[in-house]
């Protein structure tokens, strides 16, 4: 069978499953994000306690990711993706029942490990499914689905939380994720390219370290890593001094923070575009001080020059992430193509989890200034790996 490309009946529809898929993924995982002032208040810890909340569910998704690169070759990817979703929607809608911290802890857990079916085969099936010259765009829609559910579920549960209590609100957002995820199941066609069902674990375990010792790819791991961990700290600890003085902003105010989400929108189908034409290391090493020249303008004391930084950190982050996974995919073998996916994830996820839970400590003794002396600093080793990269700068044109 072919590659789906434009203009194929289903092009369009396929994109849309992608993208109802990744709204649920990020709209979920990242659904305490929003209300970690309140968490913290309600369970009487920290605030770096409360984002263990935001690291416990994106640690066990950065291992899980592994483990079902190992345990799924062969399987339908449809279901397995469908599956982690409907898993997800549901472990949400049971936040309502929680009444302390380690409850919430455990659950968030299991949601992370859940939520890992869905990526890790997503951009496998997209490598698979697409035709090459098209995977930096496909790619760019199917991340502009996580700047949609991240914003949509931090704006949902952000503004319910100020009237009702904010485990009603991840519920509610539970119950949303789930006619998501039954909506994925009817649209996304089956797989059509051919796969090796048997293979055996040996053969899977030595394509893991193929693509473990690839210096191209392991500088792509790092980026994500780098990139993910920058930006989640960021905004974790972002709405705890905006609800300080000067600026005293409400619960509902600093949750419309995350409307600056709809920029990664834009940002990483149109710079996923860009590097299908030009050179992918220029155009990531763009988004790369995009984002570095953003962090620092959130020092400025006016709210509006923090907002503006935030959009062009914002901007810069989505961009560089498509660029970044579209590339792993490029650079992987054909059989390998999972692995390396997974492996990206790992490390992307490994980020939020270990750098999202670092920033409290910067925070905590350094105020917001430290905060993004940290995020600074990571970005700027995100530069030298990028200048690094010597792998191929244009995504291939033909069929494989």
């Given at each position: 069978m072919g590659h789906i490309e434009q203009g194929d009946p289903a092009f369009r529809k396929t994109l849309l499953a992608l993208f109802l898929g990744s709204f649920v993924t990020f709209a979920d995982l990242y659904s305490t994000?929003?209300?970690i002032p309140l968490i913290a208040k309600d369970f009487d810890t920290t605030p770096a306690g409360a984002s263990l909340s935001l690291s416990f569910s994106t640690g066990t998704m950065a291992i899980a990711l592994v483990i079902v690169s190992l345990l799924t070759q062969g399987f339908n990817r449809k279901k397995v993706m469908g599956i982690s979703l409907t898993l997800s929607?549901?472990?949400?809608?049971?936040?309502?029942?929680?009444?302390?911290?380690?409850e919430l802890l455990a659950l968030r857990a299991l949601q992370g490990a859940a939520l890992a079916g869905f990526p890790s085969i997503a951009m496998a099936y997209i490598t698979e499914e697409f035709k090459p010259m098209s995977l930096g765009y496909v790619m760019g829609i199917y991340i502009s689905g996580s700047s949609i559910g991240g914003l949509s579920g931090r704006l949902i549960i952000g503004t319910l939380s100020d009237f009702i209590p904010w485990t009603s609100a991840i519920a509610i957002l539970g119950v949303l994720s789930l006619v998501i995820s039954l909506l994925f199941w009817k649209m996304l066609p089956l797989s059509?390219?051919?796969k090796e069902s048997n293979l055996s674990f040996r053969r899977t375990m030595q394509s893991l370290k193929n693509n473990s010792v690839k210096p191209q790819l392991l500088l792509l791991y790092c980026m994500g890593f780098l990139l993910m961990g920058s930006f989640v700290s960021v905004y974790n600890y972002i709405g705890i001094p905006l609800m300080r003085a000067p600026y005293n902003l409400s619960q509902v105010l600093v949750s419309f923070i995350f409307v600056v989400y709809l920029v990664g929108t834009f940002s990483s189908a149109w710079m996923g575009k860009m590097a299908d034409r030009h050179q992918r290391k220029s155009v990531m090493l763009a988004g790369v001080l995009l984002m570095l020249s953003g962090i620092l303008l959130t020092l400025a004391s006016p709210l509006a020059l923090k907002i503006i930084g935030l959009v062009i950190f914002t901007f810069g982050f989505f961009g560089s992430h498509s660029i970044a996974s579209g590339w792993v995919g490029m650079l992987a073998e054909k059989s390998e193509k999972a692995q390396a996916s997974s492996l990206y994830l790992l490390f992307y996820y490994a980020g939020s989890s270990i750098v999202g839970a670092l920033g409290g400590v910067f925070f905590h003794h350094s105020g917001w200034s430290g905060e993004v002396a940290m995020a600074a600093v990571?970005?700027?080793?995100?530069?030298?790996?990028?200048l690094l990269n010597k792998g191929a700068q244009k995504m291939q044109t033909a069929e494989e």
């Open positions: 994000q929003a209300v929607a549901l472990l949400s809608v049971a936040v309502m029942f929680v009444h302390s911290m380690p059509t390219r051919p990571l970005l700027l080793v995100g530069v030298l790996c990028t």
